[in-house]
């Protein structure tokens, strides 16, 4: 039996044309089968090993999922670093995939680090719950890792990428020359970097001193509203009325603000009215402290009233009431000055400011007493003695 012709030919043709190829073909070829082959292994490794495995260290799976890329990333690398003394590239792409595999390794380095630190913070979190109204230590902890963690990350980020740039040669010489001429090229360069190195500073004294936290009620330029988050330069403020402002880091240490629930989500909440001076304040103080009693937001700690002004046609009346975080202070306040105002309406009417006209009787016939042709018309026991 004759072999198949063709399918000689076939191979023949194809030796001939892979030999016509260019010499950095096949080397080219062989890194990228191998690139691809290690993005393979490493797929299933993941898929059937990791993923399942908790090391008797307490890594659970969670940090193998934070270190999928990081670890497609590795397996790249040792396929380069096992390929490329294999396959004969030419001599000006050696220096080239060489500088390549630096950048990676470099990269790699910096890449694990940041996915250690948001490892270890998320963990140092698990246990704290912000959903509880005395969530104070909560709020605490998880602030400072937060701006700890989002410091860090940032400042490993600047150093990798500071130095993958310092591995080019052109980027080497450009440094040597800044640094030979540090005095208007550093003024310049520290002037535009001032911000952001003041604002990172300044999440550093907030993570340490903690003159705010998630979740505080402060008052910012004069905006009531809550610390939503912190990021590494700025912190996001919800308003009241789900407006966010954003607020450099730098503000909240040199600018004076007010932070309500520094030290305690309690807060007392105030209620005035202003009343007629014959309004009845005992029994006030009795009903306040039964719409209290029947209300769910009070925490039966503060109750008070006191009349605290007095004007010339009206008085102010001032209550006190506690509750266990601002929003239920506020929806306090707003019911009780809602059911006090329904009951001075409807037991004490004459409480409620009024507008008195006054009149002087004598003043009013003395002026109305006077005839038009002059003669008096006072009552004779007014009029003087004739």
Known sequence: MEPDNSL????????????????????????????????????????IVFARIETRFGLTTSLLNKARRPARLAFVLVALILTVPLVQLPNDWQGGIRHAASVMLITLIGWTLIVLVNYFAERSTRRYRMDIDDNLMARKHITQMRVLRRT?????????????LLTFEGVQKYGVSLFASA??????????????LANLIAGVQIAITQPIRLGDVVIVEDEWGWIEEI????????????????????????????NWTRESAAIIGTVTWELDHTAPIAEMRAKLTELLEDHKHWDRDVANLQVTESQTHTITVRALMSARTSPRAWDLRCDIREAM?????????????RIRGEMNMQAEVASKGTLKNGSDTRPSELAEPG
Do not use: C, N
């Open 8 to 47: 000689v030919d076939f191979f023949v043709r194809l030796r001939d044309e892979i030999a016509r190829l260019p010499d950095f073909v096949l080397p080219l070829a062989g890194i990228l089968a191998a690139i691809v082959t290690a993005i393979a292994l490493h797929a299933l490794i993941y898929r």
């Open 152 to 164: 860090a990350v940032i400042i490993i980020g600047m150093v990798t990428a500071g130095i993958v």
């Open 183 to 196: 005095g208007a090229a550093g003024l310049v360069v520290g002037f535009a970097a001032r911000p952001v």
């Open 231 to 258: 990021y590494s330069t700025f912190v996001v403020v919800r308003i009241w009325d789900w407006r966010r402002m954003v607020v450099p880091l730098s503000y909240f240490i040199e600018q004076p603000f007010q």
């Open 341 to 353: 105002l329904t009951w001075l309406k409807d037991e004490h009417p004459h409480a409620l400011p």
